[in-house]
Nanobody, 112 residues
Framework: QVQLVESGGGLVQAGGSLRLSCAAS??????MGWYHQAPGKQRELVAT???????NYADSVKGRFTISRDNTKNMVYLQMNSLKSEDTAVYYC????????WGQGTQVTVSS
């Protein structure tokens, strides 16, 4: 059974930092990453990484967020620096192994 469990969300002031973690189990995933969904908006890509180490970032987070992955622990992380109010959203862990898998989400709120 596949499970993706996020942790690390919370409330932070603008300019601050947060680190999200996602613990995956049940499969070996070729792609893992993060999406976010703000109120009234569609879910959008934040960053993804392959098990070979390639990364992809949304333009809005380039230079501020860093995705990393520990294949030995089947975990993916998102270091978020210089947070802005527009980063406020629910952040979902994503993983792909023939199917798309999603975590339940963790709230990130950035106060201005």
């Amino acid at each position: 059974q596949v499970q993706l469990v996020e942790s690390g969300g919370g409330l932070v002031q603008a300019g601050g930092s947060l680190r999200l973690s996602c613990a995956a189990s049940g499969r070996i995933f070729s792609i893992m990453g993060w999406y976010h969904q703000a109120p009234g908006k569609q879910r959008e890509l934040v960053a993804t990484t392959t098990n070979g180490g390639s990364t992809n970032y949304a333009d809005s987070v380039k230079g501020r967020f860093t995705i990393s992955r520990d294949n030995t622990k089947n975990m993916v992380y998102l270091q978020m620096n210089s947070l802005k109010s527009e980063d406020t959203a629910v952040y979902y862990c994503y993983a792909y192994a023939l199917w798309d898998y999603w975590g339940q989400g963790t709230q990130v709120t950035v106060s201005s």
